[in-house]
């Protein structure tokens, strides 16, 4: 089996079951905006966004540092195991210890709509700090079972994840309310304690949902040895240090815009522009979707064949392959956005009016998806040659431009700014990996057939976004147009790599 079918076969995989949760996850957005006015809404991305963030710190970069010293200390896989998860839980607890007592602080900061009652916010904090402190304990022995090959356990896991989510949600929101207005048993117990149309049922099934995964991975965790090696545990941070910097700079460019939406609008608009944005972002799930599954797929894959004589060649014809599909990708959402925008509308007329005056933003965070997929595809040359260095650099320019413009345009222009700074800090990061990377660690990427697609795509969703007005018909003639022209020029190419034994 060729290397590029292997990799496909692997991210086929682990993309079936991120596809499967996040598409249950992408049916709760027309559940959230009918069941939630706008302003609360944005509350919910607002959270959402400030806990990404965070994400990132507590995982440390141990994750991409765990996949490259098994590949550079084979024979000391549980060390390194062991040393990667203890990193993790040292700077959980601390983060548990800090937090938690000043929960009512954090909340004063963080809160954007002065409606809601102070000791609710408090509240959603509190899960949240849980939330963040049990996913970061999941990520080690998560990326125990990536490296092990076992994307069908890792895919069930992340799965039950999602059924367990959507299920206690659908619960707090349609089903204990039912029951309470039809007395069904049980409505009694339910109750004294429910309170319907509460935000906090949201946070508190997440909590639930993360501490059940965390139950599903004691068989990995149960391997864990004290067996700390101080020598390797130092040599792992020098090099995680620039990789939790980059993740985190990353998170900024994914998630603060949400987070200045909030701070630098007035307070009367503030979370109902948040609450726009963040439901007309959910459209780009899709193209999120097939990007994190590359992301899972190619990370193990790229340090496990680094060695290989004909690696670069390798990774060269992977971003062919992935060009093409997230620029297709990125047509198909474009040509069926009229039909797409259903999934959030509101609960009246108003509501849903208010969300979709916001779907101008869809082609622009798309095409951030898709340069932001590039980059880290480009990215494999930093983490091979251990110049982490390099990511922290590119991803620190994306976050600076991301901060400043957001600070300088959001007053004057609110969402419609952020849509725009998003593409323009992942291009800018593309843009850079690229030029580096060729200078540092050279991969013979096909820079004009790569160019041709994207400059494709980008002129193929202004006719139908712009010059059609979003017409169905006519943006999906344009996918079929630019799907035959792609077959036809890929299609030797494709059927000698996946198709020929």
């Known amino acids: 089996m060729s290397t590029a079918k292997k990799f496909a076969g692997q991210t086929a995989l682990y993309g079936l079951s991120t596809i499967a949760g996040r598409v249950l996850n992408f049916f709760l957005t027309p559940v959230y905006t009918r069941a939630y006015s706008t302003k609360v809404y944005g509350i919910f991305g607002n959270m959402y966004s400030y806990a990404s963030m965070l994400n990132a710190l507590l995982a440390f970069g141990m994750e991409t540092t765990f996949f490259r010293y098994l590949n550079k200390r084979p024979e000391d896989k549980s060390v390194v195991y062991n040393n990667s998860f203890g990193a993790i839980l040292a700077v959980s607890v601390v983060f548990l210890l800090i937090t938690f007592p000043l929960s009512g602080i954090i909340t004063s900061w963080i809160q954007i709509d002065p409606n809601t009652p102070f000791a609710e916010y408090t509240q959603y904090?509190?899960?949240?700090?849980?939330?963040?402190?049990?996913d970061a304990l999941c990520v080690i022995p998560f990326a125990k079972i990536r490296a092990e090959g076992k994307p069908g356990r890792y895919g069930t896991i992340k799965l039950l994840n999602i059924i367990l989510f959507v299920g206690l949600n659908l619960a707090f929101i349609y089903v204990f309310p039912y029951a309470i207005r039809h007395n069904l048993p049980g409505a009694a117990l339910i109750k004294p304690w429910f309170k319907q149309g509460w935000l906090g049922y949201v946070f508190l099934s997440n909590l639930i949902a993360s501490i059940a995964t965390f139950i599903m991975l004691l068989p990995e965790l149960v391997k864990l040895r004290p067996r700390f090696n101080r020598a390797l545990f130092t040599e792992m941070l020098l090099y995680s240090w620039p990789v939790l910097i980059a993740n985190f700079s990353f998170l900024i460019n994914e998630n603060l815009d949400k987070i200045l939406l909030g701070k630098l609008l007035p307070v009367k608009i503030s979370a109902t522009q948040v609450g726009i944005y963040v439901a007309c972002a959910k459209i780009s799930i899709f193209l999120s979707i097939f990007v994190?599954?590359?992301?899972?797929?190619?990370?193990?894959?790229?340090?496990?064949?680094?060695?290989?004589k004909n690696a670069n060649q390798t990774y060269a014809r992977i971003m062919s392959y992935f060009v093409i599909a997230v620029c297709l990708i990125f047509v198909a959402l474009v040509a069926n956005v009229e039909l797409l925008k259903y999934f959030i509308k509101g609960r009246d007329a108003t509501q849903t009016s208010l969300y979709w005056s916001g779907l101008r933003v869809v082609p622009l965070l798309l095409f951030g998806y898709v340069s932001l997929g590039i980059y880290m595809n480009l990215s494999v040359w930093y983490k091979l040659s251990d110049q982490t260095k390099y990511g922290l650099y590119i991803s620190g320019i994306g976050a600076i431009l991301t901060i400043v413009l957001n600070v300088l345009f959001i007053p004057k222009y609110s969402y419609m700014a952020s849509a725009w700074i998003s593409l323009i800090a992942y291009a800018t990061m593309m843009v850079l990996s690229y030029v580096w990377g060729q200078k540092n660690y050279p991969i013979p990427y096909n820079l004009k057939k790569n160019l041709a697609y994207i400059i494709s795509s980008?002129?193929?969703?202004?006719?139908?976004?712009?010059?059609?007005?979003?017409?169905?018909?006519a943006g999906n003639a344009l996918l079929i147009l630019f799907a035959g022209t792609a077959l036809y020029f890929e299609w030797k190419d494709l059927k000698a790599t996946f198709i020929k034994p």
Request: charged share 15%; hydrophobic share 55%.
């Open 292 to 308: 994190n599954a590359f992301r899972l797929g190619a990370e193990p894959f790229f340090f496990s064949h680094a060695k290989n």
């Open 458 to 473: 980008i002129v193929i969703v202004y006719l139908s976004f712009s010059i059609f007005k979003r017409n169905i018909f």
């Open 125 to 134: 904090t509190r899960y949240f700090i849980g939330i963040l402190v049990v």
